[in-house]
Each structure stands twice: as C-alpha cells, then as structure tokens.
C-alpha cells in the first residue's frame, strides 16, 4: 500500500489557480496510476482526473478540461493538480488516490487514499 498526504488548498477567488500536491509513500509509487477525487457538501465523491504510472496517459471530467492539468513526478513521489480558471462549483474537499494498475479512471480502481485537502472558490 502507499500512504498519501495532500496539501496547497485554500480560498482563491473565482478565475485564480491554485496547485494542489500529494506526496506518497511506499514501495507502490513508481508503478501505480494515480488520481484526484473531489467531494462537495451533499454530493458524491467524483472522479475528477488520473494519470498513468508512467505519466503519459490521462483522463479528465468534461467540466475541468482545459482548466485542470494533472503531473506526476515519480522520483519526488509526487503527484500535482494544477487547477486554473477557478470557479465556485470546484469547491471541494479534494482527495489524491493510488490505484494498483498503472491505468484507472475509476473510483474502484483505487485502493488508497489521502486525507483530502479544502478547496474553496468565492465568487
């Protein structure tokens, strides 16, 4: 298993970025799909976007492509979600998961999770 930490959210104002990061732990990293989930007050956890273990595969919900990108850099054992153009809808608790197949864009994909990082946008 590996151990995820999540960190850089925080209140932006609607249009601003703001670059969330996951420092993993484990023995799992370097061959393992990695993901970002969000969950807003009385909604469901949602697949936000993943990237391949090797880096050079992705997938995004509609709602964030061309404003989100995601990065991986196996030998800091970090991953990133760059999120730009905020907008009130993206706030969010946000989640960094680690999946066990080098491809995922699944929730049941992914085995382990951080502790998840607030994201809020104000109008």
């Known amino acids: 298993q590996v151990q995820l930490v999540e960190s850089g ?37 949602e697949f936000v976007a993943s990237i391949s273990w090797s880096g050079r595969t992705t997938y995004f919900i509609d709602s964030v492509k061309g404003r989100f990108t995601i990065s991986r850099d196996n030998a800091k054992r970090t991953v990133y979600l760059q999120m730009n153009s905020l907008k009130p809808e993206d706030t969010a608790v946000y989640y960094c998961a680690a999946a066990g197949v080098r491809i995922a864009s699944s929730e049941a994909d992914f085995g382990s999770w951080g502790q998840g990082t607030q994201v809020t946008v104000s109008s």
């Not at 601003?16 to 393992?32: H, I, M, V």
């Open 9 to 45: 959210g925080g209140l932006v104002q609607a249009g601003g970025s703001l670059r969330l990061s996951c420092a993993a732990s484990g023995r799992t990293f370097s061959t393992a799909a990695m993901g970002w989930f969000r969950q807003a007050p009385g909604k469901e956890r």
